[in-house]
């Protein structure tokens, strides 16, 4: 990998979306088809996209597939983390989590107060790193993937990022 001091070059990477729902499916999907189309536009792989039902289990079942793959190096599931009834995903991912990023759900919810006000603090929006992949969970509006992705995820998943982002310090690209 160059790396000057002044430059990065681009690392594209294999990012997996999970649309946690129990009325979407592929058509009805707008939230998991908005972040697949953004991490593509960026220049990053889709490694894999699915929709499971609000579940604690399935959730954690195939986040953890995925935290396992060498293949994957980070996840974004979007829905499920509101505060109404089977709303699961955090209780599914965090106890997946070897280091929990507080500051992304900090700076999801600071974000969201410029656009939705007081509702934000509805949100749970989590991220964190498990056998290092980074796992990134958003609330299931697509006007709450856009303002994920373009306004966090998309900038710490680029290495050209300054001063810092995750993406150099994944393991498989401390090996290059």
């Known amino acids: 990998m160059k790396d000057s001091p002044n430059e990065r070059e681009f690392v594209a990477l294999n990012i997996a979306v999970l649309t946690v729902s129990d009325s979407r499916n592929e058509q009805t999907d707008k939230s998991g088809k ?7 536009k960026a220049g990053h792989h889709l490694a894999h996209k699915l929709i499971v039902p609000d579940d604690v289990y399935r959730i954690r079942a195939v986040v953890a597939g995925w935290i396992a793959d060498d293949g994957v190096d980070a996840v974004i599931t979007t829905g499920g983390t ?17 280091k929990v990023i507080d500051g992304f759900g900090e700076m999801f919810r600071k974000i969201s107060w410029e656009q939705i006000g007081t509702s934000t603090i509805q949100s749970r929006a989590l ?33 050209r990022t300054r001063p810092c982002n995750l993406t150099e310090l994944m393991p498989r690209l401390l090996e290059t």
């Not at 908005?34 to 593509?40: F, P, S, V």
């Not at 509101?82 to 070897?98: C, F, I, K, N, Q």
Request: net charge negative; glycine share 14%.
């Open 82 to 98: 509101g505060v109404t009834g089977r709303d699961g995903t955090p209780e599914a991912v965090r106890p997946l989590l070897d």
């Open 34 to 40: 908005l972040l697949a189309e953004r991490l593509g």
């Open 127 to 159: 991220a964190g790193v498990a056998n290092g992949t980074y796992v990134f969970c958003v609330p299931g509006s697509s006007g709450a993937c856009a303002t994920a992705w373009d306004d966090l995820i998309s900038a710490q998943l680029d290495q």
